[in-house]
């Protein structure tokens, strides 16, 4: 058992493991100029995003933070451990059910931050990116509150050739 007893073994079990994974549609070079429209609105995007001769000449790229899964995904990929668990848990963010482990009984939640560490792969039309997210781990603290458990998760970006474009760690706070 962990030293504040939110932890248990079957929890300690599943970091690291992956328990979601998403592909995407090829990316378009539509896809990037409506991104970079939305995201400079009312401002015009930078140049570079619109012009047809980067894209014919291979070297348009997309904003670093263009999500290319904004309006659908490819697919994603079933977890055969994943199980249903009451609604209570996943309202607080709960991921534990998807590697079949029961989630811990906390039902506060706060959002604890965003990391995002990018790689300098750059994401360019025709590229299919992977999403696969992973409790990276759990560290238990003590507070007014008493008890809180905090989970990161760590969600990787991949392209076809398996370069990693990001890391996001977003931290949950559950008491």
Known sequence: MSELGLVR??????????YG??????????????WAIAVYYPEAPPAHYLDPGAEAAGTLVAPLDISVFAWAAARTE?????????????AVGAMEQNLGVQPPDLFRALNGGLVVDY?????????????????ARYQEKESRLGAMLVTDTATTWTNQDGERIKTATMSLIRY
């Not at 073994?9 to 992956?18: F, K, L, N, S, T």
């Not at 998403?22 to 100029?33: E, F, G, L, Q």
């Not at 790689?119 to 409790?135: C, Q």
Request: aromatic share 6%; no cysteine; hydrophobic share 35%.
């Open 119 to 135: 790689t300098g792969v750059r994401i360019r039309p025709g590229d299919v990116i992977r999403s696969e997210t992973v409790i």
């Open 78 to 90: 079933p977890n055969a451990k994943a199980f249903e668990v009451d609604p209570k848990y996943k």
């Open 21 to 34: 994974v998403t592909v995407s549609y090829p990316v378009t070079a539509s896809d990037i100029r409506r």
């Open 9 to 18: 073994p079957d929890m300690a079990a599943i970091v690291g493991q992956p």
